[in-house]
């Protein structure tokens, strides 16, 4: 698969970001025209995904990032780290296959929710050495004055897919960065425990159990900052 350009679109989830050392990524030849694209307003784009990729049965999402503890302050010039890692559950392995593309086209578009003026040019390809089938999509440009990146990596493992994201007001190379955490995850299995949530708002069991350990290598030096069940088909509420 060629890369392509294409429109972005804005929709939810916050900025993200993970510096790791990962094994290179193998991704099919580049081809841009290098036309810059902007994100529609967030008012014009869809409210929710899960009720229009078919067979969802349920999506999670995890954040972390390096934002220094409460009182500490940041060095200057620091550019943040975030890192976000999804899991959506489906009802069988073709769904999921289906929904490869629609839920990379989407997270891409959501990383750019909080940004004003966005111009960016995507890279989309094919990445022959991650689960079942992966997709990923690199973007450079600007926001308003600021120089963004952004990266998207989805991989199938069977009936789920798994999908990290990273961003950064910086031009930097953030392939291998998402490449680790969704390495962590497809060698990782759901809990066999029940699904429970402590008085800190942190989700154990079931797919949780898919997201990195804190002290597992690609986390490096980000934090776990919040958890949130974006949609369950029992009681269909999304909340993206």
Do not use: C, K
Request: charged share 20%.
């Amino acid at each position: 698969m060629r890369w392509t350009n294409h429109p972005g679109r804005t929709l939810m989830i916050a900025p993200l970001l993970a510096m790791l050392v990962a094994a290179p990524l193998v991704v099919a030849a580049a081809q841009t025209d290098g036309t810059p694209v902007a994100g529609i307003p967030s008012e014009e784009a869809p409210q929710s995904i899960w009720q229009t990729l078919d067979g969802v049965e349920g999506a999670i999402v995890r954040t972390w990032s390096d934002v220094p503890p409460p009182g500490t302050p940041s060095p200057e010039g620091l550019d943040l780290q975030f890192v976000t890692g999804l899991v959506v559950q489906f009802d069988d392995e073709a769904s999921a296959g289906e929904s490869l593309d629609g839920l990379r086209d989407w997270m891409i578009a959501s990383l750019q929710v909080n940004l004003v003026d966005v111009e960016l040019t995507q890279q989309i390809g094919a990445v022959s050495n991650l689960g079942d089938d992966a997709t990923a999509v690199n973007a450079t440009g600007t926001t308003g004055e600021n120089l963004l990146t952004i990266t998207v990596i989805v991989a199938q493992d069977g009936d789920r897919l798994l999908a990290v994201g990273g961003s950064i007001m910086a031009e930097e190379e953030l392939l291998p960065v998402v490449q680790g955490i969704v390495t962590v995850m497809l060698d990782r299995e759901p809990g066999e425990d029940a699904v429970e949530v402590d008085d800190m708002g942190r989700f154990t069991g079931g797919n949780w159990s898919i997201f990195p350990e804190q002290e597992d290598a690609p986390l490096d030096n980000l934090q776990r900052q919040g958890d949130l069940p974006l949609y369950d088909s029992a009681t269909p509420t999304p909340v993206g």
